[in-house]
């Protein structure tokens, strides 16, 4: 694997490529980033990843600082999966060399809701960089996670509207045994908040079959869900029940016609955010 840190170093070691498949990542690599590897060399070749942790993208009071960088430890786990040709790892200054005055808005049907809500520059952050990086890596596909649903849909919106020639692809989310969602984050929890945290999960399950048995009573069993997330020391920024395609709540009609839905929540465990989603239909 070649390990580049220039946007010139990149182009060389790209020119010609036809089918490059791109991983973007934040980097503290674990199972579910080497899966979204091995699926973009199922669709490209070569495939290239990136770690950078994109400033952008965070509040003020966010975690950037504390975020783990960890880039001796990734490339290690990266050259022992011999799924990546290219890993590129910019620093800022590569990235943003000057103020980033031009910034992607996802506007506010999308962009403005459930995660953009409660974090409002969160996705001009990730468009804006994602935008950058295709540019440098001009890939024909690129792999996102779905454990990031919202991101997801956002960044597909932002390739169709953009007319970028890049084909999206997602990758389910890779959980642990106990159902955890895999993420960079977890690593904050202590060890009571580590015993506690697949409880988000099995909530999103919970809703799902509640929802099954009453579809006319969406409101009252996210309420429900969210009392019962806040009685065990959580402090939900919200689940709620959307529809897939455009994350807007669904009707009734829409329940009982077997609209596909999903199920997506934000709260936070003492000091750690974390996120999930499942999709289902009834
Ligand atoms: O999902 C992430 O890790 C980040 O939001 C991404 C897509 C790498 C952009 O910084």
């Known amino acids: 694997m070649k390990v580049v840190h220039s946007i010139e170093d990149l182009r060389d070691q790209l020119r010609g490529q036809l089918r490059v498949a791109f991983v973007a990542t934040m980097g503290n690599l674990h199972a579910a980033h080497l899966s979204l590897m091995r699926l973009a060399r199922q669709h490209g070749d070569p ?6 942790v994109n400033r952008l993208q965070f509040a003020p009071n966010e975690d950037f600082d504390q975020y783990p960088r960890t880039l001796a430890q990734d490339i290690e786990k990266l050259e022992a999966e011999r799924d990546v040709y290219v890993l590129f790892a910019p620093d800022e200054s590569v990235l943003y060399p000057e103020p980033q005055n031009f910034r992607v808005q996802p506007g506010n049907t999308l962009g403005g809701i459930l995660e953009g809500e409660f974090r409002p520059d969160f996705f001009m952050g990730v468009c804006t960089v994602v935008l950058k990086l295709f540019s440098c890596v001009q890939p024909t596909v690129a792999v996102f996670g779905k454990k990031d649903y919202q991101q997801l849909m956002v960044v597909r919106a932002m390739c ?4 970028l020639p890049v084909e999206i692809i997602a990758h ?11 993420s960079s984050r977890n690593r904050y929890l202590t060890p009571e908040e580590r015993a506690e945290a697949p409880r988000l999960y099995a909530l999103l ?3 799902r079959e509640q929802l099954a048995a009453v579809p006319d009573e969406r409101v009252r069993v996210e ?4 009392q019962h997330l806040r009685e065990r020391g959580w402090a939900p920024d919200y689940l709620s029940v959307r529809r897939q ?6 009707t009734a009609d829409e329940l009982h016609a077997g609209e596909p839905l999903v199920v997506l929540a934000a709260a ?12 289902f239909q009834i």
Not at 223 to 226: C, D, K, T
Not at 245 to 250: G, N, V, W, Y
């Open 172 to 182: 389910e989310t890779v959980r642990d045994d106990d159902g955890l969602a895999l």
């Open 223 to 226: 309420a429900e869900a969210l």
């Open 245 to 250: 395609r455009d994350l807007l709540e669904p």
């Open 47 to 52: 495939v290239v990843a990136s770690i950078f």
């Open 205 to 207: 399950q919970r809703v």
């Open 268 to 279: 936070r465990l003492g000091h750690t955010r974390l996120i999930d989603n499942l999709e």
């Open 160 to 163: 169709r509207q953009f007319q």
